[in-house]
């Protein structure tokens, strides 16, 4: 059974930083792209941030682009969100995904990622 688990989460001051870290089990995701997505309350889940399984392709969304770091160890089986400089506007449950195969591809649609972990809760405060 495939299993993601987000840890990490928490409240924090705006300007502070988190660290949000995915690891998966049950399967091994060294060679699939992963990602993060976020999703507030009365909104639709958005991308953040994806990395491709080498590490060498990545991609952000324009609101995190300069704040947020994704990384991965596929050693662990891990990925991880650094999160700087947060915002109220960054508050939301994150969530970590595994993208279907697409050839090396970072992708930032919701439907092209096939597991999911629980999410965990970020909230910023002002």
């Known amino acids: 059974q495939v299993q993601l688990v987000e840890s990490g989460g928490g409240l924090v001051q705006a300007g502070g930083s988190l660290r949000l870290s995915c690891t998966a089990s049950?399967?091994?995701?060294?060679?699939?792209?992963m990602g993060w997505f976020r999703q507030a309350p009365g909104k639709e889940r958005e991308f953040v941030t994806a990395?491709?399984?080498?590490?060498?392709?990545?991609d952000y969304a324009d609101s995190v682009k300069g704040r947020f770091t994704i990384s991965r160890d596929n050693a662990k089986n891990t990925v991880y969100l650094q999160m700087n400089s947060l915002k109220p506007e960054d508050t939301a449950v994150y969530y970590c995904?595994?993208?279907?195969?697409?050839?090396?591809?970072?992708?930032?649609?919701?439907?092209?990622?096939?597991?999911w972990g629980q999410g965990t809760q970020v909230t910023v405060s002002s």
């Open positions: 990395i491709s399984w080498s590490g060498g392709r990545l």
């Open positions: 049950g399967r091994t995701f060294s060679r699939y792209t």
């Open positions: 995904a595994v993208q279907k195969p697409f050839g090396g591809l970072v992708t930032t649609t919701p439907s092209n990622y096939n597991y």
